[in-house]
């Protein structure tokens, strides 16, 4: 029996995806003789997967984009707004909302932001036209400008993080810089110490060039909470790992009076506790929502260079795919003793 033209594209892009996040190690592991990883819910694994990788590539980018969009179609929804998380979920939400010409909503202490579909100020495009520079590079605030400018110049992406994460690889800059680039930067507020610092630390600690810093003026505003009553979101993330930080999107959403009943991301474990977490065992207005994801972890699978990197590195005991799985379907068991353990300290 043929697959249909649609499962057909889909498992095409998974598997471009996953072959992608092995070869630039946006999917990497820690050796026996390293201290694992820490996640965001504070578990230890030697597997961490960092989609913000992604963000250094246009046609990365763009197969990302295809995949959300492709989802937003296959199940017919017609969103208002497409809601973008935290700081990873908002690039790729951007480009989403873009391409579908709908307005992109970040939710910011407890105030939503639309922004419009267009960012990209014709003034700047002309002098950018004429500039020469390897990539755009903003600070978390101007993440919506950033990227789609980055996408109109095809440019690799970046930006500066307020500071060093806690967990994960600790990363102080998310996108992928090399000393000697030539790099625009864009600020969505007047330029202030944060920008100035940013704009230090790229140039100083990370021999980057600064070819121009530009000021991208407003294009959002804040809506009140009577302007979302009734309207659909489709609320777009990086990464399904226990799904705690998705679930609160969905929360706020509902909360704020909204339709939200889809949720997409990049990539997902497939873990036990992601579907908990949307079915009931939080609140969210106890109404299905409905998960899926461009690419998941079996995906990764087939591909020889990950199980060569599992046997040359000694990232598992047993060095091959199954003790890499033996780990990934042993989490929610894991990950249950490690909420338990919290309650009890």
């Not at 922004?115 to 020469?132: A, G, M, P, R, T």
């Not at 330029?191 to 070819?211: G, P």
Request: hydrophobic letters at 40%; glycine letters at 6%.
């Amino acid at each position: 029996m043929k697959k249909k033209p649609a499962l057909v594209f889909e498992f095409w892009l998974a598997m471009k995806i996953a072959r992608t996040m092995l070869f630039i190690k946006a999917t990497t592991f820690k050796k026996l003789t390293e201290d694992p990883y820490k996640w965001a819910c504070g578990m230890l694994m030697r597997i961490y997967n960092d989609n913000r990788m992604m963000l250094g590539n246009f046609k990365h980018r763009m197969r990302i984009t295809k995949g959300f969009v492709n989802l937003i179609w296959k199940n017919k929804i017609n969103p208002d707004f497409i809601i973008g998380t935290s700081t990873s979920g908002i690039a790729p939400a951007t480009a989403v909302a873009k391409a579908l010409s709908k307005e992109l909503l970040i939710h910011q202490k407890d105030e939503y932001y639309a922004y419009e579909i267009e960012l990209c100020d014709k003034e700047i495009v002309s002098i950018l036209n004429d500039q020469e520079f390897d990539v755009v590079i903003t600070n978390v605030a101007s993440i919506p400008y950033g990227i789609q400018y980055a996408n109109k110049f095809r440019k690799p992406f970046a930006y500066v993080r307020n500071e060093t994460k806690d967990h994960g690889k600790k990363m102080l800059i998310e996108g992928i810089v090399k000393p000697g680039m030539k790099f625009i930067f864009l600020y969505s507020s007047e330029e202030n110490e944060d920008s100035r610092n940013s704009i230090s630390i790229l140039k100083n600690e990370f021999r980057l060039q600064l070819s121009g810093s530009y000021f991208t003026g407003y294009m959002h505003r804040k809506m009140d909470s009577y302007q979302l009553v009734g309207l659909k979101a489709v609320v777009i993330e990086d990464l399904f790992s226990t799904g705690g930080s998705s679930a609160f999107e969905v929360y706020k959403a509902r909360q704020a009076g909204m339709i939200c009943n889809y949720c997409f991301s990049i990539f997902s474990y497939g873990f036990d506790c992601l579907k908990k977490q949307f079915s009931g065992e939080i609140n969210i207005s106890n109404k299905e929502v409905r998960l899926a994801e461009v690419c998941e972890i079996d995906s990764l699978l087939p591909f020889w260079v990950l199980n060569g990197e599992i046997q040359r590195l000694h990232f598992y005991p047993h060095k091959t795919i199954k003790a890499m799985i033996d780990e990934i379907n042993g989490f929610d068991k894991r990950y249950k003793s490690f909420l338990a353990e919290k309650e009890m300290s």
